[in-house]
């Protein structure tokens, strides 16, 4: 039986999230369908890097998706289109409005991410992170904003970043400098967008049980530089296992709805506490 929000916070409303094929993503498409939202989502669904070390998404993944969202009563619509198409976001985003009529959040959470030591990286393999999880955010911006304004709802933008999105790691400077770089963006944004009611918001998660949470090439850097393990604490919390990726979706909810009203350029620590330790 599906899970339903007897409130339904964000009934008749229509939200758009990229890399809505698999895990975290997924999870959101989910949860703000339980909360009454219509769905708009986007994903690759196939290779999108030549250095990243786990399998991508696949057309089938994306379906299931679709078939999870339907399941929970209420419209989806979703596409194979990468976040570094812009021409395509903006296409997704034309058709999603006409279908809709309007576009209220938008969850920016495509991302991907590799390892190794800054100055050993191929300028490939940095261009792949900043190009998917920094500039795919600013094209999500691109595609969405203008409808938003156009709406004349208010509405909400959440941007999935990375507790090393705050706190830098060592292995991922590449990551690192990508979603730093969503934070400096996101707050830039809603400074911009505050008069429209519109807010922006970043939220900063730490090992989420995801294709990206579960790289094994993550532990050949750690071989490699067993020191790096000590900038990986444990968080406040008890962090034996990774995030369950619809716990991430809960803090998507609440900046989604309403309840959120009063936060805007905030990052939001969905962590354990590791940031604090």
């Known amino acids: 039986m599906a899970v339903t929000d007897t409130t339904k916070s964000l009934a008749g409303r229509v939200a758009y999230v990229t890399g809505g094929a698999r895990g975290q993503g997924r999870a959101h498409c989910i949860r703000l369908a339980q909360a009454g939202a219509n769905i708009v989502t986007i994903d690759a669904c196939g290779p999108v890097g030549r250095h990243i070390g786990y ?24 596409e194979r289109v990468d976040v570094r198409d812009l021409d395509g976001q903006k296409r997704v985003i034309a058709s999603a409005v006409e279908q809709f009529g309007r576009l209220d959040v938008v969850v920016a959470n495509a991302g991907v991410m590799s390892w190794g030591r800054a100055w050993e990286i191929p300028p490939e393999m940095y261009q792949e992170i900043i190009d998917i999880n920094l500039t795919g955010f600013f094209n999500t911006v691109q595609a969405t904003v203008p409808a938003m304004i156009d709406a004349g ?9 990375s507790s090393a999105g705050i706190k830098a ?7 690192c400098a990508s979603k730093f770089g969503v934070v400096g963006l996101a707050n ?24 990206l949470g ?29 995030i369950p990726p619809k716990d991430v979706s809960e803090v998507v909810l609440f900046l989604a709805s309403d ?19």
């Not at 709802?153 to 970043?161: E, F, K, P, R, T």
């Not at 309840?259 to 330790?277: E, F, H, R």
């Open 55 to 78: 399998e991508p998404a696949t057309p089938e993944d994306l379906a299931d998706t679709v078939r999870l969202v339907e399941d929970e009563g209420v419209k989806i619509s979703a």
């Open 153 to 161: 709802n208010g509405g909400s933008i959440i941007a999935i970043s």
């Open 169 to 175: 790691v060592p292995g991922a400077g590449h990551y």
């Open 188 to 211: 830039s944004l809603a400074l911009e967008l505050g008069e429209y009611g519109i807010r922006v918001n970043s939220v900063h998660t730490y090992g989420v049980d995801t294709a």
């Open 214 to 242: 579960n790289d094994l090439s993550m532990y050949e850097m750690f071989q490699k530089h067993p020191h790096f393990v000590y900038s990986f604490s444990p968080g406040a919390l008890p962090t034996e296992s990774l």
């Open 259 to 277: 309840a959120s009203s009063l936060l805007t350029a905030a990052q939001i620590p969905a962590d354990k506490g590791y940031l604090k330790v």
